[in-house]
T-cell receptor, first 113, second 110 residues
Framework: NAGVTQTPKFQVLKTGQSMTLQCAQD?????MYWYRQDPGMGLRLIYY???????DKGEVPNGYNVSRLNKREFSLRLESAAPSQTSVYFC????????????FGNGTRLTVT | GQSLEQPSEVTAVEGAIVQINCTYQTSGFYGLSWYQQHDGGAPTFLSY????GLEETGRFSSFLSRSDSYGYLLLQELQMKDSASYFC???????????FGGGTRLMVKP
């Protein structure tokens, strides 16, 4: 049972390069989320998808795009990476219901030079 | 910015009790959750409160007062393995949008 799987685990980009962070879940989650976490700080919501076919901006969406490809997959794209996007990115999913917990992937550590 | 406020750091000794407070300000509030994160790891769910009162799960309890926009996580019989960061998170927009506080780093000393 894989849970929430993120790829890659590590990535180094040069400023201006683009890349897509992949996230897939096999827990039948309706909702999926992308967060970033900077050193010593909390998680900030970038985008979320409450259900297949919908996406919404979170707290810090600028510089990112997302795609909810199907129920299982939710990708995060950086079109032109900037050093300010150096961070650890976490994908998470949850089933319907306000009390359902978030299940997190293991994170992608991204460095932009 | 984040609308949830929590202390940045708390230190306690093994076997003690510690309380981590969280205040929130967002309208459309649907509930308060707590997550634990060890260094280098992913956050894991601890507890959830939708209604006022105390929820108990083993050594951990969580409390919510909606009228005060306030909650706390209570950790009892502290163990060294409890050294981690603890985050409160609120659900808004029918509970679909979940935002986190800045986290409280708990250090448990022998």
């Amino acid at each position: 049972n894989a849970g929430v799987t993120q790829t890659p685990k590590f990535q180094v980009l040069k400023t201006g390069q683009s890349m897509t962070l992949q996230c897939a879940q096999d827990m039948n989650h309706n909702s999926m989320y992308w967060y970033r976490q900077d050193p010593g700080m909390g998680l900030r919501l970038i985008y979320y998808s409450a259900s297949e076919g919908t996406t919404d901006k979170g707290e810090v969406p600028n510089g990112y795009n997302v795609s909810r490809l199907n129920k299982r997959e939710f990708s995060l794209r950086l079109e032109s990476a900037a050093p300010s996007q150096t961070s650890v990115y976490f994908c998470a999913g949850k089933t319907s219901g306000t009390s359902s917990p978030l299940h997190f992937g293991n994170g992608t550590r991204l460095t932009v030079t | 910015g984040q609308s949830l406020e929590q202390p940045s750091e708390v230190t306690a000794v093994e076997g003690a009790i510690v309380q981590i407070n969280c205040t929130y300000q967002t309208s459309g509030f649907y509930g308060l959750s707590w997550y634990q994160q060890h260094d280098g790891g992913a956050p894991t769910f601890l507890s959830y409160n939708a209604l006022d009162g105390l929820e108990e799960t083993g050594r951990f309890s969580s409390f919510l007062s909606r009228s005060d926009s306030y909650g706390y996580l209570l950790l009892q019989e502290l163990q060294m393995k409890d050294s981690a960061s603890y985050f409160c998170a609120e659900g808004v927009n029918a509970g679909n949008m979940l935002t986190f506080g800045g986290g409280t780093r708990l250090m448990v000393k022998p």
